[in-house]
């Protein structure tokens, strides 16, 4: 049903609610000014609607109740009990309406011809004697399934939503939030005290509080579309103004968030739209002179990743002109020629989120007004988000924005410097860091072997400590000094860790004496006496009851001086944006690299094809039948080992590495994890042992590549059973791939998923496939492929022949707006970034009918919790 | 948590009478207006707030709230607490926010006639009359009537 139309439904029954009373009450009072107002208002308001979104029949009872009303608002007439009885014989018949509309979505059928010239006399002012008549007549004139659904009103839509004030909710919230905070306490609690009576009812109440917190947050959540429904108008206007052509494209609407996110989102959403409109997009004539389309294009996308929300802006405009900037950062003295000469093109845009930059060389009436980019990217990061920026000159602007879910409970990592605790949010860790800091500090080089041994080492540059950490200096802040803490001397120890937080669009290093855990933590504010310190973005009570303070990386980065954005000489390379995944065979890609099995050879894995590391201790592994499983936020996760799973249990804390897709995810028990190192994935090696892709070298060590659709099958045989069986015939896919790796790793995740898999080396090779009369539902294919690229192929495909119609699903590292368009010219009917997984699976269920999509529902995921808690 | 006392609900009534809640700072007899104070608590496990103005001792975490605590020897500019000597709180609500009131002791809670509440004399130092309502001639000593908002109005500037 249309959603303007089930608003309608919600507001109207809130209405006649409200006009029955109101009736009511007027029959008591006839002379009751503001009642007969009310109930006129109400009346007409329906009446408004019901002609806009064109419900003739309805419009027509609303109409004639309406002019009895206003007849007796100009004191025409008196509401006599007659009177009141013929109009609430026409709320009647709205209602019933309004029943039907709410079962069907359609106005039904009938006569009211009787029931309008009945009002129509009593406003004509003639007698109100055919009411006996009028009143009864309702009833005969209805059809009979009317009076079905008028008898059971509650079934309609009325039943299902009703309106919540949002401090209710907040409320709520609140106390779910202390609910939480208490359960980790008693679990602690518990945990101390071993197993006893109370452990058994403590898990259910955990499991329930759990439950109950996503459904609280669940009441909270909005779809981003709500956020944005003013910008096609806004756009429409900024084009009518400017003179320019834009059209405005929106995906993912129905994302959902935080309303509080929602909230704060908003006005920074809606001035880079602007931006991009008034700036980013040029006027049709040189678009034309630039050999591009008249039109502009400003997309807007919005997804879920990890426990985020990705909003990616972006124009096909001019991009960004680093030229200009740079005079511009000149002119307003923010760095030197030299420093800008050492700075990387990334690093110069990054220049546009400082405080009072504009490039645009008059300010219009649209942006520019003082409020620029450095607002938005501070109101982004005040909720614990970050912006980041990729241009290309005369290409286009994209930014994307990453901001948590939710700001009420989030996940963060509990470290110590000095003798106090800080939460850091998770969202902002990028990876932990061991170092041999006290010898390296005291810059004792006798001592520094001990430390090169195993540990990374921290380095003095004058008195600043750095980080060489792959290969980039990253710049570190000690806690304990930034904070001004004492030594906390009853704990020795040399070592500390380095926790490397993203901060903008580069990374710091916070040094800190200890790294505790992860812990659920809810999110209080600090005292108004206390926000002038920006290090910390709020405070929490732990499970133990202690208090603790959480930080905010970027607000300790500014507190340290350092700038996350441009002003950081070399050691911050930009980290790729929008393109979330460039990697290709012939380039470098951020490679996982751990132990496992027993092995002593390293194993590979591509990072983005791991969803997150998980650290779990022994006791939170159960055993389920013969494999193993752990609860994680409420859900069991099952857990695999490559090696024997036994001489996994016998560590204290297991590494995992979970690997996630639609809404399940499994864990896969690892020996250590070793590092994460950026270089070519060249498989030399053709491995025969399942799981396992083949050698490649990487970081001069040979590794083997795993494969992740092996070990997402190990997961649980039951979920790909289970959709196999409630689908009757595999749909079957041609992989189009020229890289071996992706080959190979697309092959077997599509085979997990269900679909029955062709695979084909080179576009050529497809189009053999194709002649020789290969039967397939869909094709997926590559764009970057050596002698045919996957944008001729698919023309090829288009141009006839026994695929000619299939839905085709281009695989690209550029995954921005202008491609997307240039790919969808050439035939594709979607594009999806490469390893992607989740995007490229969704696409295929969408591409390929409704049937293939109840696949991918939870219902599998659904059925296996069940299973194992049994 | 540790014991709590709970405070007889004795209001200013209609008889032009204020109950105040008696403490003790440094040797100085101070009064709070009873209805400011919500709980009164005894010594309490403070987590630091590093960077903090120098008069905020703290966090506390009283039934699952977070509440500031502010220490009033040094609000007041008063001689640090001897070491060991532990404090006592009076938790009190502003804007939503809850404060801890660190003091010496808390004594009891008695009712005063408010026409006998005297103005401030100009002789009092400044510190004390900025956050001071007016002064108490009990039996042999002075009490000095705290104002609770002005005692929190904490300006980061003032910390630095």
């Known amino acids: 049903m249309d959603d303007l139309l089930v608003e309608f439904l919600t507001e109207t029954n809130e209405s006649l609610a409200e006009l029955d009373l109101a009736l009511v009450r007027l029959e008591r009072t006839p002379d009751d000014a503001p009642t007969l107002s009310l109930i006129f208002r109400l009346v007409h308001t329906i009446k408004g609607t019901c002609g806009f979104l064109g419900l003739p029949r309805l419009e027509g009872v609303a109409h004639a109740g309406e002019s009895v009303l206003g007849r007796m608002r100009d004191g025409d007439l008196v509401a006599s009990p007659a009177v009141v009885s013929q109009v609430l014989a026409g709320v009647d018949r709205i209602k019933l309406i309004i029943n039907g509309l709410g079962a069907t979505g359609q106005e039904p059928a009938g006569d009211d011809t009787a029931l309008i010239a009945a009002l129509d006399e009593i406003a004509a002012g003639r007698a109100a004697a055919p009411v006996a008549v009028a009143v009864a007549a309702p009833a005969s004139v209805v059809d009979a399934p009317l009076v079905e659904t008028a ?7 009325a039943g299902q939503t009703i309106r919540v004030s949002v401090d209710v909710l907040e409320e709520l919230m609140t106390l779910v939030g202390e609910l939480v905070l208490t359960r980790n306490q008693l679990l602690q609690i518990s945990r101390a005290t071993g197993t006893n009576d109370f452990t058994t009812p403590l898990q259910r109440l955990s499991h329930i509080t759990t439950d109950l917190q996503e459904g609280v947050m669940k009441t909270r959540m909005q779809p981003i579309g709500n956020a944005w429904n003013k910008l096609p108008r806004l756009v429409r206007d ?7 052509k834009i ?20 006005d920074p959403l809606t001035h880079m739209v602007r931006n991009s409109a008034d700036h980013g997009l040029e006027t049709p004539a040189e678009r034309r002179a630039a050999g591009k389309t008249e039109t502009g294009r400003i997309m807007l996308n919005a997804y879920h990743e990890g426990g985020h929300i990705l909003i990616e802006i972006s124009d096909d405009g001019r991009g960004l002109n680093a030229g200009k900037i740079r005079a511009k950062v000149l002119a307003n003295k923010l760095a030197t020629e030299a420093e800008l000469a050492a700075m990387s093109e990334a690093q110069i845009h990054g220049f546009i989120f400082r405080a009072g930059f504009s490039t645009a060389a008059a300010v219009t009436a649209i942006s520019g007004r003082g409020v620029g980019m450095d607002v938005v990217r501070s109101n982004i990061e005040r909720i614990g988000g970050t912006v980041e920026l990729a241009s290309v000159d005369g290409k286009g602007t994209c930014f994307t924005i990453k901001i948590p879910l939710t700001l009420a409970i989030v996940s963060a990592l509990i470290v110590r410097a000095g003798s106090e605790r800080f939460a850091i949010p998770q969202i902002s860790v990028m990876e932990l860091v061991r170092v041999g800091r006290q010898a390296s500090l005291a810059g004792d080089t006798t001592s520094a072997e001990a430390s090169a041994a195993t540990l990374m080492a921290v380095e003095l540059i004058g008195t600043t400590p750095v980080l060489r950490l792959r290969n980039r200096l990253l710049p570190l802040i000690s806690l304990s000094t930034l904070l001004r803490l004492e030594k906390d001397t009853s704990r020795p120890g040399s070592d500390g860790t380095v926790v490397v937080t993203a901060i903008g669009s580069g990374m710091l290093g916070i040094l800190v004496d200890d790294v505790y855990d992860t812990e659920e933590i809810v999110v209080k504010p600090v005292a108004p006496i206390l ?29 340290a001086g350092v700038s996350a954005h441009g002003g950081n000489g070399r050691g911050d390379a930009p980290r790729e944006v929008c393109l979330a995944a460039t990697q290709h065979s012939g380039e470098q890609v951020a490679l ?4 496992a099995g027993g092995d002593s050879t390293p194993r590979a894995v591509p990072l983005s094809l791991v969803a997150r590391l998980e650290d779990v201790s022994r006791e939170k592994i159960e055993p389920v039948g013969a494999g193993f499983v752990t609860q994680y936020r409420g859900k069991l996760m099952p857990l695999v080992s490559m090696g024997d799973a036994q001489t996994c249990l016998t560590r204290e804390r297991q590494p995992v590495l979970v690997f996630a897709e639609g809404g399940r995810s499994m864990g896969l028990m690892v020996d250590e994890i070793v590092d994460v190192v950026h270089d070519h994935l060249r498989i030399e090696l053709g491995s025969d042992r399942p799981g396992l892709l083949g050698t490649a070298v990487i970081a001069g060590q040979a590794a083997d590549v795993l494969d992740t659709g092996y070990w997402l099958t190990q997961g649980s045989h039951d979920w790909f059973a289970g959709n196999a069986a409630s689908n009757t015939r595999q749909k079957r896919l041609l992989v189009v791939e020229d890289s071996d790796f992706f080959r190979q790793l697309l092959v077997p995740t599509l085979t997990a998923a269900g679909y029955e898999v062709s695979a084909a080396a080179s576009a050529a090779e497809a189009l053999r496939l194709r002649d020789s009369g290969l039967v397939v ?11 045919m690229s996957g944008l001729e192929f698919a023309r090829a495909v288009r141009a006839g022949g026994i695929w000619a119609h299939l839905p085709m699903i281009a695989l690209t590292g550029r995954a921005s707006a202008e491609d997307a368009e240039i790919g969808r010219d050439a035939g594709f009917s979607d594009y999806v970034p490469k390893f992607d997984r989740a995007a490229l699976l969704s696409s295929l269920a969408q591409s390929l009918s409704d049937a293939a999509a109840g696949m991918f529902g939870d219902a599998g995921t659904g059925a296996l919790a069940r299973e194992m808690t049994v | 948590m540790s014991e709590t006392v709970t405070i007889p609900p004795v209001t200013a009534n209609l008889t032009g009478e204020r109950a105040y809640v008696i403490l003790t700072l440094a040797d100085q007899l101070c009064g709070v207006p009873v209805l400011a104070v919500r709980d009164v608590l005894a010594d309490q496990r403070i987590a630091r707030i590093p960077l903090a103005p120098p008069e905020v001792a703290g966090n506390l975490n009283l039934r699952g709230r977070i509440v500031t605590a502010i220490d009033l020897r040094k609000r007041l500019h008063l001689p640090p607490r001897e070491a060991g000597q532990a404090a006592m709180s009076l938790v009190t609500e502003q804007g939503n926010e ?23 004399p100009p002789t009092l130092p400044a510190i004390w009359a900025e956050h001071a309502e007016g002064i108490y001639r009990m039996e042999n000593r002075l009490m000095v009537v705290l104002d609770v908002g002005r005692l929190l109005a904490i300006t980061p500037a003032q910390a630095s």
């Open chain 1, 777 to 787: 539902d869909a094709i997926v294919s590559d764009i970057e492929m050596p002698e």
């Open chain 1, 238 to 244: 900024l084009a009518h103004e400017t003179g320019k």
């Open chain 1, 247 to 266: 059209d405005i494209d929106m995906r993912g609407q129905d994302t959902e968030l935080d309303r509080q996110v929602l909230e704060l989102m908003r």
């Open chain 1, 151 to 157: 008898a059971a009103p509650e079934a309609g839509l």
């Open chain 1, 592 to 595: 996982l690299v751990f132990r």
């Open chain 2, 98 to 120: 809850l404060y801890a009131l660190q003091v010496d002791q808390v004594s009891e809670v008695v009712t005063l006639p408010a026409a006998d509440l005297e103005p401030n």
């Open chain 1, 531 to 559: 926000r002038h310190v920006t290090m910390f973005s709020g405070n929490t009570i732990l499970g133990d009851g202690s208090v603790i303070m959480i930080l905010d990386p970027n607000g300790v980065a500014r507190a």
